[in-house]
């Protein structure tokens, strides 16, 4: 018998009261010391088009030292952080304690990401919000004093799907940029960079690379990590000369551009071969799996 679609209308009703709770779960849960640090600044990345209503956040929070340093030209490392909620519910807000332990721990500056969420925005767009945001990251690197020489990515369930899938589109759409591609059913160019480009976020498909071919990511479970480092993070630097200083003697500071070291990825979503039903019936602990309802 064939299953039909679920009606909207409800998911959506679904959607607003499992927010609801969620956000209740997320007061009670700042109240145990230690309490949840607030961010440091928030950054709102443009517009997508003039109907956009959800807008896309930065929440970052620095090391203590950040503006004194900033000021001195020193530049920290970044951390980019995706929240967990099954790409329907959470907030960049909810992984504050993990983003203090990260700042104190490493010296960095982590940056929570607030992708759009389902139903409003369905998929890829919250995979499409990550690029932009790395784009956003990169463009601005030296106004935020961001060494992004050095990003590491992070995520939590959801978020952990998109510490991987966020490079990996990323880079297919480089590749796209780069030779004719068949003009897609809808595109959208979300964000415009600093040297005029732009990066059409359009669905990149793994059906334009043959099996066989060299530029399809590798599907090995073994080496596809390390695969998807190597690949994804490139490293240029420019001068005018054989040394590092211009035609008037002084020196110049190399453009880096991104460059991924490391993906953290804590109980990702990332198989979606067998069915919901058959991992639910295959489960150890039955009663802990999610409801029927949070997962359609």
Known sequence: ??????????????????????????????YPPPIPPRPSFVRTLPRL??????????????????????????RYPVVVNFHGGGFCIGKATDDARWARAVVEGADSVVVSVEY????????????????RALQYLEDHAAELALDVSRVSLSGFSSGGNLAFTVPLRRHLLRQDSL??????????????????????????TLSQYPPGST??????????????????STTTSTNNG???????????????????????????????????????????????????????
Do not use: C
């Open 179 to 204: 030779k004719p591609s068949p003009t897609p059913s809808t595109t959208l160019t979300p964000y415009e960079t600093q040297d005029g480009s732009s990066i059409n976020l359009h669905l990149s």
């Open 116 to 131: 759009r969420l389902a139903p409003e925005a369905p998929f890829p767009a919250a995979v499409d919000d990550g690029v």
């Open 242 to 296: 054989s040394d590092s200083s211009n035609n008037n003697g002084r020196s110049q500071t190399p453009a880096l551009s991104l460059r991924i070291i490391s993906i953290i990825s804590w109980y990702p979503i990332v198989d979606y071969v067998l069915p919901r039903h058959i991992r639910r019936d295959r489960s150890v602990f039955p009663s802990k799996t999610l409801p029927k309802f949070m997962t359609t």
């Open 49 to 74: 088009d003039e109907f956009d209503s959800q807008r896309v956040k930065l929440y970052f929070y620095t090391p203590k030292r950040y503006a004194e340093q900033k000021r001195a030209g020193h």
């Open 215 to 232: 530029s399809r990511p590798s599907a090995s479970r073994s080496q596809s990590a390390q695969h998807l480092l190597r690949h994804t």
């Open 1 to 30: 018998m064939e299953q039909r679609p679920p009606n909207k209308a409800w998911m959506r009703v679904q959607i607003v009261i499992l927010r609801f709770l969620m956000r209740i779960g997320m007061v009670l849960h700042g």
